[in-house]
C-alpha cells in the first residue's frame, strides 16, 4: 500500500513539474545592446546613444540621460527607435568630445515593468 501511495505521490509531483515547465516565463525587459557598447572605448565621438532591449519599449514614456564623467549634463531625452520596437535613441546633435561619458536609462516595458540601469564609455584613447 504504501509504494502505491508513493508512486501516485511521484506521479502527481513529475505532473506538476512539467505544467510549470510549460508556463512562460515572467522576465523583464533587459539591456541588449548598446552603441557605443557597454564599457567601451570609441575612437571617435558619436553623434547618437542607441540602446536595445529584449522586449518593446514604451519610448513615450522612457529616457536617457548622457553625462560627463563629473556628472556635468550632455543631453537627456529618447526617441523610439522607428526600425525596432525594442530600441530607443537619443541624438546628440553634434559628435562626442574625448572623454568619459555616462548612460543612465530608464525605461517602461510594454508589459508595465519600469526597469532602469547605467554604463559608461569612453571617447578617444
Not at 511521484?10 to 564599457?39: D, Q, Y
Request: with cysteine.
Amino acid at each position: 500500500m504504501n509504494r502505491t501511495r508513493s508512486f501516485i505521490a511521484c506521479a502527481a509531483l513529475a505532473g506538476l513539474l512539467s505544467l510549470g515547465a510549460s508556463l512562460p516565463a515572467a522576465a523583464h525587459a533587459h539591456l541588449e545592446k548598446a552603441v557605443p557598447s557597454v564599457g567601451g572605448t570609441v575612437a571617435d565621438g558619436p553623434t547618437e546613444v542607441r540602446l536595445t532591449f529584449s522586449e518593446p519599449v514604451e519610448a513615450k514614456l522612457s529616457s536617457i540621460q548622457l553625462t560627463r564623467a563629473d556628472g556635468s549634463a550632455v543631453a537627456s531625452g529618447a526617441a523610439a527607435d522607428p526600425a525596432d520596437p525594442k530600441g530607443l535613441v537619443l541624438k546628440l546633435g553634434k559628435a562626442l568630445a574625448n572623454g568619459v561619458y555616462k548612460v543612465r536609462w530608464k525605461v517602461i516595458s510594454v508589459d508595465s515593468h519600469k526597469i532602469e540601469g547605467g554604463f559608461s564609455f569612453t571617447v578617444g584613447n
